[in-house]
Each structure stands twice: as C-alpha cells, then as structure tokens.
Nanobody, 129 residues
Framework: QVHPVESGGGSVQAGGSLRLSCAAS????????VAWFRQAPGKEREGVAA????????YYADSVKGRFTISQDSAKNTVYLQMNSLKPEDTATYYC??????????????????????WGQGTLVTVSS
C-alpha cells in the first residue's frame, strides 16, 4: 500500500487561506478515520482535526475551531483541510494519518500511536505576519 499523500502546503500571509489534501486510497477499509496533525519546530505534534469515514463526524482542536474545516470526498478517498484566517502560529508541517480507532470524537487524534497507522510524509505550511 502507498502511504497517504499530503499536498497543498505553501507560504501565505496572515489572514490567508490554504487547502490541504490527503489522498488515502487503499486505507478506507483498514482505517475508520483520518486525522490531521501538525508539528512546528521545537514543539510537540498536535492533532488539529479528524473525520470519520462512516457518518462523517468531525473533530477540531480548540486552536483551529471556527477557522479550519475538514471534509472528505469518498469517491476519491481524499480528505481535505480547508484552513482560513491563518495565523503565524499555524506555521508547521502538517501530516495526515489514516487510523483505526476504538472510539469516536477526539479519539482519532488522541489515541496512542499504533504501528498500523498510515502516515503521510507531511506538507509544510508557512504563515508570515
């Protein structure tokens, strides 16, 4: 299986928007959710949003709630992260992960890492002030 592939990162000024994509073909049967994480230099990885394949329920971290929107295109097995009103503190490498988790809600980002999780290579987002 090919790991999920992120795209859409780049440089933008504060207040701008970007849309990240996570192509997760091959993982819809082995996972029940896709989460977006981010990691800034010198900081711990942070789970920012998640969506569950079946039912489409969503989770957002408080730091992005109201600014980021996660969605999925089931036909393309792709998950998107629309990021609006970007701030310099959103600067990070963004990763998507296809996961099989036992519970809903925030569990897709909070569950301990599992060897069966499928991670992408990351895409860099830089927000300048």
């Amino acid at each position: 299986q090919v790991h999920p592939v992120e795209s859409g990162g780049g440089s933008v000024q504060a207040g701008g928007s970007l849309r990240l994509s996570c192509a997760a073909s091959g993982y819809t049967d082995s996972s029940n959710c896709v989460a977006w994480f981010r990691q800034a230099p010198g900081k711990e990885r942070e789970g920012v949003a998640a969506i569950y394949w079946r039912g489409g329920s969503k989770y957002y971290a408080d730091s992005v709630k109201g600014r980021f929107t996660i969605s999925q295109d089931s036909a393309k097995n792709t998950v998107y992260l629309q990021m609006n009103s970007l701030k310099p503190e959103d600067t990070a490498t963004y990763y998507c992960a296809a996961r099989e988790v036992a519970y809903g809600g925030s569990w897709c980002v909070q569950a301990p890492r599992d060897p069966l999780d499928a991670w992408g290579q990351g895409t860099l987002v830089t927000v300048s002030s």
